[in-house]
């Protein structure tokens, strides 16, 4: 008997590593997650087979992230569905999280959750990167899934202050796409850029950033 495609279907339950990784703020999370499962689809902001691993792929492997934020103002570039951005601010909530998403719908999907979830650490931004005018320099930024590391750069590095790091989400190809940025990476002067793998020992599936520090002039 063939499975039918038009069967909805179910969300992934949620993984034991959860309360490990989000520990008292796991409701939160929850209330996230269960918005994400109802209503991310029919917005576009996530696609049909996401729900089957929407914790284990999205929901934690944004929230492992969270450690490596300090105290400040932290920017999430191209934040779409709040991913990682909605998330780390839940985890964190001592961290201003700056949330950058040029596009309309999803601008009002993260402000209605931003509302619903009664975060006050958090500003959603409508615009571009790159042309997105910020009060004052970030201490860091994050992004996932937007672009390859050397164009991300350009859109990532001017919005830090002198001395604010990147901490980007990157898949198994991290080190190589630091090998192909090294133009990119003196222009920009990022320093010690490098792959950290985290939830190793944790999780099925850790996930890779690529953190480097960016010095003035």
């Known amino acids: 008997m063939t499975e039918n495609p038009d069967e909805a279907a179910e969300l992934e339950s949620e993984p034991l590593e959860a309360s490990t990784v989000f520990g008292d703020r796991l409701p939160l999370i929850r209330r996230f997650t269960q918005n994400l499962a109802e209503h991310g689809e029919e917005r576009g902001l996530i696609g049909p087979l996401e729900l089957p691993r929407l914790w284990?792929?999205?929901?934690?492997?944004?929230?492992?992230?969270?450690?490596?934020?300090?105290?400040?103002?932290?920017?999430?570039v191209g934040s779409g569905a709040g991913?990682?951005?909605?998330?780390?601010?839940?985890?964190?909530?001592?961290?201003?999280?700056?949330?950058?998403?040029?596009?309309?719908?999803?601008?009002?999907?993260?402000?209605?959750?931003?509302?619903?979830?009664?975060?006050?650490?958090?500003?959603?931004?409508?615009?571009?990167a790159e042309e997105v005018d910020l009060d004052d320099p970030l201490d860091q930024v994050t992004a996932r899934a937007v672009s390859a590391l050397r164009k991300l750069l350009r859109l990532t590095a001017p919005?830090?202050?002198?001395?604010?790091?990147?901490?980007?989400?990157?898949?198994?190809?991290?080190?190589?796409?630091?090998?192909?940025?090294?133009?990119?990476?003196?222009?920009?002067?990022?320093s010690d850029a490098r792959v950290e793998i985290l939830g190793e020992g944790l999780v099925r599936e850790p996930t890779r950033v690529v953190r480097g520090t960016v010095r003035g002039s």
């Open 159 to 190: 919005l830090l202050r002198d001395g604010g790091e990147l901490v980007l989400m990157k898949g198994t190809g991290a080190a190589a796409e630091i090998d192909a940025a090294q133009k990119e990476l003196r222009k920009f002067k990022v």
């Open 56 to 76: 284990t792929r999205h929901i934690v492997n944004s929230g492992l992230v969270a450690p490596l934020l300090r105290p400040g103002r932290v920017g999430d």
């Open 83 to 128: 991913l990682p951005g909605l998330v780390l601010a839940i985890a964190r909530p001592d961290v201003q999280m700056s949330l950058i998403e040029p596009m309309e719908r999803r601008v009002t999907w993260l402000n209605e959750q931003v509302a619903e979830l009664g975060l006050t650490n958090v500003t959603v931004v409508r615009a571009r």
